[in-house]
């Protein structure tokens, strides 16, 4: 089956500094990659979503990328905000016909003001 | 558009009693999904539904899980004999018939086993 790697499992930046998640995946046949952000007690909120035909997605602070040869994509969050600390999941939907999503471990990503 | 709902959002249990957690899709979603959430860890599938049938329930333990959607009224997750190992945050989310691989998730129900 799929198997989702994220790093870092921590991170911590200051105010208006930008941060980066990373996951990597294992089937070469998945083709739908979703990130959630994860306030403490609270549910997993999409935020933004990219799919395996698009290099890149952009939505105001918020960017993630896909590397389909390497197997990997990434979350950018530039000019970080406290509100934007949280536990960030990455996962990735499998081939055709399948309906799991896997996910990362997660992020917890602190902003520092 | 009330979003997905999710009952009771705590649930405590002793061990050997049954657990039932119910979830309400969006207005409009026809797909159902349940997730399980340890502390420290991400969601793991459960079980995949659509009205009155169980599409993929390979992420289900063999014994003691059960899940239906039926017709009319909520999906409903049951834990028969609960225990300790159960405790979990359980979340269950839902997708719209077209473009059905994206996910929306409910705010979870947290069961406790005493």
């Known amino acids: 089956g799929e198997n989702v790697e994220q790093h870092p499992s921590t991170l911590s930046v200051q105010e208006g500094d930008s941060a980066v998640i990373k996951c990597t995946y294992s089937?070469?046949?998945?083709?739908?990659f979703p990130w959630y952000k994860q306030e403490l007690g609270k549910r997993p909120q999409l935020i933004i979503d990219?799919?395996?035909?698009?290099g890149e997605k952009k939505d105001q602070r918020i960017a993630v990328t896909l590397n389909k040869t390497a197997k990997h994509f990434s979350l950018h969050i530039t000019e970080t905000q406290p509100e934007d600390s949280a536990v960030y999941f990455c996962?990735?939907?499998?081939?055709?016909?399948?309906?799991?999503?896997?996910f990362g471990k997660g992020t917890k990503l602190s902003v520092i003001p | 558009n009330a979003g997905v709902m999710q009952n009771p959002r705590h649930l405590v249990r002793r061990r050997g009693q049954e657990a039932r957690l119910r979830c309400s899709p969006m207005?409009?979603?026809?797909?159902v999904y349940w997730y399980r959430q340890l502390p420290e860890e991400g969601l793991k599938f459960m079980v995949y539904?659509?009205?009155?049938?169980?599409?993929?329930e390979s992420g289900m333990p063999k014994e003691r899980f059960s899940a239906e959607f039926p017709k009319e009224g909520p999906s409903i997750l049951r834990i028969q004999q609960v225990v300790r190992g159960d405790s979990a945050a359980y979340f269950c989310?839902?997708?719209?018939?077209?473009?059905?691989?994206?996910?929306?998730f409910g705010p979870g129900t947290r069961l406790t086993v005493l």
């Open positions: 089937d070469s046949a998945s083709n739908y």
């Open positions: 989310a839902s997708s719209p018939p077209i473009n059905s691989d994206v996910q929306f």
């Open positions: 996962a990735v939907l499998s081939g055709a016909g399948s309906y799991q999503l896997t």
């Open positions: 990219i799919r395996s035909n698009v």
């Open positions: 539904l659509q009205k009155e049938n169980i599409i993929d």
């Open positions: 207005k409009g979603h026809s797909h």
